[in-house]
């Protein structure tokens, strides 16, 4: 049994592949293959503005436009992942950002095996423990972070939990 705490992160499963379920599965499938848990997910849509909101920090880059059109054009999925180093483990199993290097240079990742475009890349994970705060607050206003450490965080370290596939989360034990 560990004693480092889990951490929380933000997964995003964007417009390119919901569209396709058999991809969906495949990244499923490698989040609990590498020991993630699904704290809680989502299914939704982001308007124009929500989706400009969420990527304010690229405001000004010239992908910017295109990166709006993507994520408002179709569903997608939002996950709190949870897991020893979760931010930088989920980054890892994505894969860099740049689609069409990553299919050369890192071949295996999520993005590598199923990336389209630099813009249609598949997923979205935050990049710090801080932006994941932000952003778990962005898609789940209703959900505490402090709660979450204070009651529930030691049974999943402790592997008190299972996952439950009508749901795709894993539930507590008790
Ligand atoms: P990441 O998603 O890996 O954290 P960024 O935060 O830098 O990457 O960019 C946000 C998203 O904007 C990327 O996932 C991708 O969809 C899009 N994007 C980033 N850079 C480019 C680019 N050079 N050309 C086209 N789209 C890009
Ligand atoms: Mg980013």
Redesign the pocket.
Known sequence: MSLKRLQLTLAIFKPDITAQPHIIKEVRSMLLQHKFYFIRSKELRLSRQRAEEFYQ??KGKFFLNRLVSFMSSGPLSAHILARDNAVQEWRRLMGP?KVLRTIHEDADSIRGMYGLTDTRNCT????SPE?AAKEIAFFFPEFSIDHWYREDESCYREGKVFYDNDTGMHMLQR
């Open positions: 920090e690229h950002t979205h994970g935050s990049d932006s």
